[in-house]
């Protein structure tokens, strides 16, 4: 029998590949993102989608938004999917698709879709995919799934995610189809939009201290110039003295 990968596995090959210190405020995201997809990628009941290939790409770029420095993002990245067994590339590609093929409905057809009502729109690849885990097909729930299906319906209609009632009523309905519970599909999504606010909110701050910090530094910087640019007393002092003769010679008699 095979031995199950350990989450000491997954971080040991993490940083094998993304070799660089990751900055302290996102520390804490990235480490849960990588045990999340750990879990997942050693659960015999999941199988990897591109609504989910969604959600993870979208959690990361949101949690990752203004990290410095930018190009150590997509190292990160691909250093998650890799130590979990993905492939980065696919997962940009598969949500990019599944986003692309969201943007495509309408608010009617995203509705028909979660209430199962038949759609003019049945060939649509999100649509697939919805039809697909409601049939139980290679689908099992996950909160990285549940943020794919927000940045889906956020793709449909940006609105829908101000309008609490509808979106709340949407989720409801997709839900029941999936056969997940409306309190656990609520409060997964109600936790991620929350640490987003929080992570907004820390960025700000940080950013705040970086240009406070900025400015000192500018301030020190232009004061040192001012006092280089400025002559130095003691040697003014010394040219003056230089410039008067010890002695002077008489001038001759006529």
Request: net charge negative.
């Amino acid at each position: 029998m095979d031995n199950v990968r350990t989450v000491s596995d997954t971080k040991r090959d993490f940083y094998k590949t993304h070799t660089r210190p990751i900055n302290s405020l996102y520390r804490r995201v990235v480490e849960e993102m990588m045990v999340e997809m750990h879990l997942l990628s050693v659960n015999v009941d999941f199988t990897y989608n591109p609504v989910y290939a969604l959600g993870v790409v979208s959690a990361f770029d949101r949690f990752m938004n203004g990290y410095r420095p930018e190009q150590d993002r997509d190292s990160i990245f691909a250093a998650l999917c890799r130590a979990t067994g993905g492939d980065p590339d696919q997962y940009h590609r598969d949500a990019a698709m599944i986003r692309e093929a969201a943007a495509q409905l309408s608010k009617e057809d995203l509705l028909a879709m979660a209430s199962e009502a038949d759609s003019s729109r049945a060939d649509n690849a999100f649509v697939q995919q919805i039809r697909q885990f409601a049939a139980g097909e290679n689908f099992k729930y996950c909160r990285l799934l549940a943020i794919g299906l927000l940045s889906a319906i956020e793709a449909i209609d940006a609105e829908l995610l101000s309008q609490d009632k509808q979106l709340a009523d949407i989720l409801n309905q997709l839900g029941a189809s999936l056969k997940v519970p409306d309190e656990k599909l609520r409060k997964d999504l109600e936790l991620y939009r929350g640490n987003l606010e929080k992570m907004e909110q820390a960025q700000s701050v940080m950013a705040d201290i970086l240009e406070a910090d900025r400015k000192k530094r500018a301030e020190r910087e232009a004061a040192k110039a001012e006092k280089a640019a400025k002559p130095d007393p003691s040697e003014s002092s010394e040219k003056k003295d230089n410039s008067t003769p010890e002695s002077q010679e008489s001038e001759p008699k006529s």
